[in-house]
């Protein structure tokens, strides 16, 4: 059942977030941390180009689908509820689930937030308050195609404003307008997030058209994967190279785009495939590991650092601790607080 697989999505999407995030510190270690491992002095740039500083490029720039996939589980989650009664979810569901994730989510993010403060990276009350709030909403059923080609558009005006101000800096204009808090709030939460979240709801309406059509162009879908991801990679890179634009965690660059769009119709079009029963484990627990990871990757490398600093020489071995790490806390304590007199806090830490 699609519902089914969209659990081990998410399995996937959080697998891809932890990713992510782990690769920051894995770019630290290889070129501000390198004095721990190598008689050098740092930052020590020497690794850049080598096996292990693509692999982490690569590492980065393929866990862009991550936003789109929640997005778009985001959107289907909605249209269900929208239908009521035929999918046994109604609108009370929703904003009692809602009210159930705001507690865990508050929670941590203040967490997150009181590490960071203690390690000395310090924000202003707007950017705290930008990474506390969230907002994106809208619903429509009765004129799909028109909705996504309003979401298109703005997808499509997202990755445009990325490109022309990737062409100013080459070109030495001032490309100040695009530094402006309305251009980024606009980019970051309606460019990039509006035409995920409405594809979701889209499908989540129309869900026999679409097993048909990704049924039908499932090896096409599939083919766009491979070669959207690949020039997802070679583009981050090459503007990373041109003009120092990180652009390795961009979703709104075209290749990024097909590549997201693509890797989730394809993931769903491949239905009888047998995937390891960890990502649907992950795909249940989806929010506290989403909660708690961010924290674990602030303390974990300092760890490493500190007592291992060896490991942090060798990628091949210190992603994968990263990796183990900020998945396997989160769902210890998870875990440990179903057993624990403290059970019934449990919605309040973790939804």
Do not use: C
């Not at 703005?154 to 030495?172: D, Q, S, V, W």
């Not at 060896?310 to 998870?334: D, E, H, R």
């Amino acid at each position: 059942m699609i519902n089914k697989r969209l659990l081990f999505l998410s399995g996937l999407a959080i697998l891809a977030v932890v990713m992510n995030h782990a690769s920051y510190s894995g770019f630290i270690a290889m070129f501000w941390w390198t004095d721990k491992y190598l008689p050098v002095t740092v930052p020590n740039f020497d690794q850049m180009g080598s096996l292990a500083y693509y692999g982490l490029v690569a590492q980065q720039k393929l866990a862009v689908f991550s936003v789109a996939a929640f997005l778009f589980i985001t959107g289907m989650f909605l249209s269900y509820a929208e239908r009521g009664s035929q999918t046994h979810l109604t609108w009370a569901m929703v904003w009692r689930r809602i009210l159930n994730l705001l507690p865990p989510y508050l929670i941590w993010t203040v967490v997150y937030y009181a590490v960071e403060f203690m390690i000395g990276n310090r924000y202003t009350p707007l950017e705290y308050l930008l990474g506390i709030v969230t907002i994106s909403r809208s619903l429509a059923k009765k004129r799909p195609v028109l909705l996504l080609s309003i979401g298109g558009l703005a997808l499509l005006m997202g990755i445009l404003t990325g490109y022309l101000r990737f062409f100013a800096r080459l070109n030495e204009v001032s490309d100040s307008f695009f530094f402006t808090p309305l251009s980024y709030f606009m980019e970051r939460q309606f460019f990039e997030y509006f035409f995920y979240y409405v594809l979701g709801l889209v499908a989540g309406f129309y869900q026999p058209q679409l097993k048909a059509f990704i049924g039908r162009y499932r090896w096409v879908l599939l083919g766009l994967v491979v070669l959207a991801a690949a020039a997802a990679v070679f583009e981050a890179e090459y503007v990373f190279q041109s003009m120092e634009f990180m652009w390795r965690s961009r979703t709104l660059t075209l290749p990024s785009a097909i590549y997201s769009i693509s890797f989730i119709l394809a993931f769903l079009a491949f239905d009888k495939v047998t995937l390891p029963g960890i990502l649907y484990q992950l795909g249940v627990n989806t929010l506290g590991i989403y909660l708690i990871h961010k924290t674990v990757l602030l303390i974990a490398p300092k760890v490493v650092y500190n007592l291992l600093p060896f490991i942090l020489g060798i990628q091949w071995l210190y992603q994968p601790l990263l990796i183990a790490t900020a998945i396997g806390v989160p769902m210890l304590a998870m875990m440990a607080t179903r057993k624990l007199p403290i059970r019934k806090y449990y919605r309040y830490l973790f939804g």
